[in-house]
């Protein structure tokens, strides 16, 4: 490829360009416009320290968990936080909101000057977390380009990798849509430290050996599971011998004394935090929650439906002849690289969650991008042959496409944010009309730990009578030996079950509710839009949990038989303010169709 001329400085001008309007297509015109609610999710907590520091001015939580209530629907528990020694501490580290600082400030001036609440949630705190995204992720793509001039690489293929990352991977998910997650961040952070840990093989300043420690303690800082980065650093080096020689001369005695500190000095935010809040400068904020190191999902974590890496970042497939040219040009960059990637495959693949949750792809991976672009990079400044460029060309368009398009999709609510699969997948794939808005149902709630095999509760409800603690029958009908009960548009509600919980088991925790049913519609998708429903409610008689949940995963053409449907979700434990748990469905558009076998199980589950 021939050097088009373009600076640095015209490049940055596209990238900003770039930004920009994918900024104004994602919050004011596309499927949400108008967002008014940019920090959720995982992102409200990694937030949560600024209005808790700022505002608050405590290392408590409990003013934020407070607050957060008020503005969430009644399922919202405020996972992200933890009782330690009687202080209510984050789970997330600080990092991602030191980053985000200057823009909170900013946003404070403004409540201040146009009169509204500096509540560290109104609109300009929203919009500010998503321009912090914005300046962190072009930060990121820049050192990026910075990271690959190292090895010798024209500014243009180095910024064309640039674009081509940033637009065919979720990586421009995470920078938009989901700004307030710790990916953007992350990914910024990584690509700095790359940079500075390169720089240090290349020349063994002491500045760049200083800059990379500091940058490296603030890549765990957002994101601890992280320090899993230091396995890659060597591949940087380029060869055995270069990564020996920056150890033996520059990282020992005093000099690697001052390295640590000064990642100490990174970390010491968060050091300073946990010790104000528990006495400890050390703690593990991830209560009840942890990895399954023997049973590692890796196949469904790279290929499944539901979130696999290649099937949602399909531009990643050239990571493996990227690998291929690692193998020809080194042994030793070779076995660097596949080392970090199956490390970091298996680490993550372990996590309880190994979809992790609402999100789109798989975002874990995306702070790492910056390293797995510069592998493909390496392997795209190779090629000589026109017909593989065209070939590379047709793929990235096409990677490119998908991406972009299935992020318009999941931000439609079409892409389901935790429950897809191979038939959810293909039912939506390329769908852009409103009908398939919301079509995907959810799937069963995950968790950490170990279902009890017997349930310490359970009713079952066949409606051919009365049964003790269920509502009567609204509208029973005979249907073939048995009879069932009839949802029509008079008829909103199935049968109820209220659960008066027993003075012997308030204190029970981890309570995992399995509710099951059989349903016939008469015309197709008839009971497409029924709910099962959960209402928890206190001693006073108030809602303190409730929660809904589609009963038929996804829309067909069948009618006139009997189907199975279920679901199995999380309630808050047994404390003594709660005091009983209803459960039904709700005939929400008032379709016809039966009901029959309605049974519901309550289990703990071990951690």
């Given at each position: 490829?021939?050097?088009?001329?373009l600076?640095?400085?015209?490049?940055?001008?596209?990238?900003?360009?770039?930004?920009?309007?994918?900024?104004?297509?994602?919050?004011?015109?596309?499927?949400?416009?108008?967002?008014?609610?940019?920090?959720d999710?995982?992102?409200?907590?990694?937030?949560?320290?600024?209005?808790?520091?700022?505002?608050?001015?405590s290392?408590?939580f409990?003013?934020?968990?407070?607050?957060?209530?008020?503005?969430?629907?009644?399922?919202?528990q405020?996972?992200?936080?933890?009782?330690?020694?009687?202080?209510?501490?984050?789970?997330?580290?600080?990092?991602?909101?030191?980053?985000?600082?200057?823009?909170?400030?900013?946003?404070?001036?403004?409540?201040?000057?146009?009169?509204?609440?500096?509540?560290?949630?109104?609109?300009?705190?929203?919009?500010?977390?998503?321009?912090?995204?914005?300046?962190?992720?072009m930060?990121?793509?820049?050192?990026?380009?910075?990271?690959?001039?190292?090895?010798?690489?024209?500014?243009?293929?180095?910024?064309?990798?640039?674009?081509?990352?940033?637009?065919?991977?979720?990586?421009?998910?995470?920078?938009?849509?989901?700004?307030?997650?710790?990916?953007?961040?992350?990914?910024?952070?990584?690509?700095?430290?790359?940079?500075?840990?390169?720089?240090?093989?290349?020349?063994?300043e002491?500045?760049?050996?200083?800059?990379?420690?500091?940058?490296?303690?603030?890549?765990?800082?957002?994101?601890?599971?992280?320090?899993?980065?230091?396995?890659?650093?060597?591949?940087?080096a380029?060869?055995?011998?270069?990564?020996?020689?920056?150890?033996?001369?520059?990282?020992?005695?005093?000099?690697?004394?001052?390295?640590?500190?000064?990642l100490?000095?990174?970390?010491?935010?968060?050091?300073?935090?946990?010790y104000?809040?528990?006495?400890?400068?050390?703690?593990?904020?991830?209560?009840?929650?942890?990895f399954?190191?023997?049973?590692?999902?890796?196949?469904?974590?790279?290929?499944?439906?539901?979130?696999?890496?290649?099937?949602?970042?399909?531009?990643?497939?050239?990571?493996?002849?990227?690998?291929?040219?690692?193998?020809?040009?080194?042994?030793?960059?070779?076995?660097?690289?596949?080392?970090?990637?199956?490390?970091?495959?298996?680490?993550?693949?372990?996590?309880?969650?190994?979809?992790?949750?609402?999100?789109?792809?798989?975002?874990?991976?995306?702070?790492?991008?910056a390293?797995?672009?510069?592998?493909?990079?390496?392997?795209?400044?190779?090629?000589?042959?026109?017909?593989?460029?065209?070939s590379?060309?047709?793929?990235?368009?096409?990677?490119?496409?998908?991406?972009?398009?299935?992020?318009?999709?999941?931000?439609?609510?079409?892409?389901?944010?935790?429950?897809?699969?191979?038939?959810?997948?293909?039912?939506?794939?390329?769908?852009?009309d409103?009908?398939?808005?919301?079509?995907?149902?959810?799937?069963?709630?995950?968790?950490?730990?170990?279902?009890?095999?017997?349930?310490?509760?359970?009713?079952?409800?066949?409606?051919?009578?009365?049964?003790?603690?269920?509502?009567?029958?609204?509208?029973?009908?005979?249907?073939?030996?048995?009879?069932?009960?009839?949802?029509?548009?008079?008829?909103q509600?199935?049968?109820?079950?209220?659960?008066?919980?027993?003075?012997?088991?308030?204190?029970?925790?981890?309570?995992?509710?399995?509710?099951?049913?059989?349903?016939?519609?008469?015309?197709?998708?008839?009971?497409?839009?029924?709910?099962?429903?959960?209402?928890?409610?206190?001693?006073?008689?108030?809602?303190?949990?409730?929660?809904?949940?589609?009963?038929?995963?996804l829309?067909?053409?069948?009618?006139?038989?009997?189907?199975?449907?279920?679901?199995?979700?999380?309630?808050?434990?047994?404390?003594?303010?709660?005091?009983?748990?209803?459960?039904?469905?709700?005939?929400?558009?008032?379709?016809?169709?039966?009901?029959?076998?309605?049974?519901?199980?309550?289990?703990?589950?071990?951690?």
């Open positions: 490829m021939k050097n088009s001329g600076n640095d400085k015209k490049y940055f001008g596209l990238l900003l360009g770039l930004m920009a309007f994918l900024f104004v297509m994602v919050n004011f015109i596309g499927p949400d416009p108008a967002r008014k609610v940019l920090i999710g995982d992102g409200s907590g990694l937030y949560a320290y600024l209005p808790a520091l700022t505002i608050y001015r290392v408590d409990t003013p934020v968990l407070e607050a957060e209530k008020q503005r969430r629907p009644p399922d919202y405020g996972h992200y936080f933890h009782r330690v020694n009687g202080t209510l501490i984050n789970k997330f580290t600080v990092g991602q909101a030191l980053l985000q600082l200057p823009f909170f400030i900013l946003a404070w001036l403004l409540s201040l000057l146009t009169g509204l609440e500096a509540d560290g949630y109104n609109i300009f705190f929203q919009y500010a977390v998503a321009l912090a995204a914005l300046f962190w992720t930060a990121g793509l820049l050192f990026f380009v910075k990271l690959a001039r190292t090895y010798g690489v024209s500014k243009d293929k180095s910024w064309l990798m640039a674009f081509a990352g940033l637009l065919g991977t979720n990586l421009v998910f995470y920078a938009l849509v989901a700004p307030s997650h710790s990916h953007a961040y992350s990914f910024a952070m990584v690509s700095i430290t790359l940079y500075f840990v390169r720089k240090s093989f290349l020349t063994q002491r500045k760049h050996i200083l800059y990379a420690a500091f940058w490296f303690g603030l890549v765990v800082l957002v994101r601890p599971v992280n320090v899993l980065l230091a396995a890659g650093l060597p591949f940087l380029g060869s055995a011998r270069q990564f020996g020689q920056l150890v033996k001369s520059k990282l020992t005695g005093y000099r690697l004394v001052e390295a640590v500190l000064v100490l000095l990174a970390l010491s935010p968060q050091l300073v935090i946990n104000l809040q528990t006495g400890s400068p050390v703690i593990y904020g991830y209560k009840n929650e942890g399954y190191f023997d049973d590692p999902q890796i196949l469904n974590f790279l290929f499944s439906f539901r979130k696999g890496w290649f099937v949602y970042t399909p531009f990643m497939l050239l990571l493996f002849p990227a690998l291929v040219r690692l193998f020809r040009q080194s042994r030793y960059i070779f076995y660097t690289f596949s080392g970090f990637i199956i490390l970091v495959i298996y680490v993550f693949s372990s996590w309880w969650n190994w979809f992790y949750g609402d999100s789109f792809g798989m975002r874990p991976m995306v702070d790492f991008y390293l797995f672009f510069l592998v493909i990079l390496l392997m795209v400044n190779d090629i000589k042959r026109k017909t593989t460029w065209w590379l060309a047709v793929f990235t368009g096409l990677a490119v496409f998908l991406n972009m398009f299935q992020t318009w999709q999941y931000a439609a609510g079409i892409i389901h944010p935790d429950a897809m699969n191979r038939k959810a997948y293909a039912y939506v794939f390329l769908r852009m409103q009908s398939y808005k919301n079509a995907v149902a959810g799937c069963d709630e995950s968790f950490y730990g170990k279902l009890n095999e017997a349930p310490f509760f359970k009713t079952q409800n066949d409606l051919e009578g009365p049964l003790r603690g269920w509502t009567a029958n609204p509208e029973p009908v005979s249907s073939g030996n048995s009879t069932a009960a009839k949802l029509t548009a008079a008829v509600f199935s049968p109820s079950f209220e659960y008066n919980i027993p003075v012997p088991e308030k204190g029970k925790q981890n309570i995992y509710i399995v509710f099951e049913t059989k349903y016939l519609e008469p015309e197709p998708n008839a009971a497409s839009q029924a709910l099962f429903v959960v209402d928890v409610k206190d001693t006073s008689g108030k809602t303190v949990f409730y929660k809904t949940f589609k009963m038929k995963r829309p067909d053409q069948l009618s006139v038989q009997w189907r199975e449907a279920h679901i199995g979700f999380k309630i808050p434990d047994f404390t003594d303010e709660l005091s009983s748990i209803k459960l039904y469905i709700w005939n929400k558009e008032k379709q016809t169709f039966l009901l029959d076998d309605l049974a519901i199980r309550f289990y703990t589950y071990r951690q």
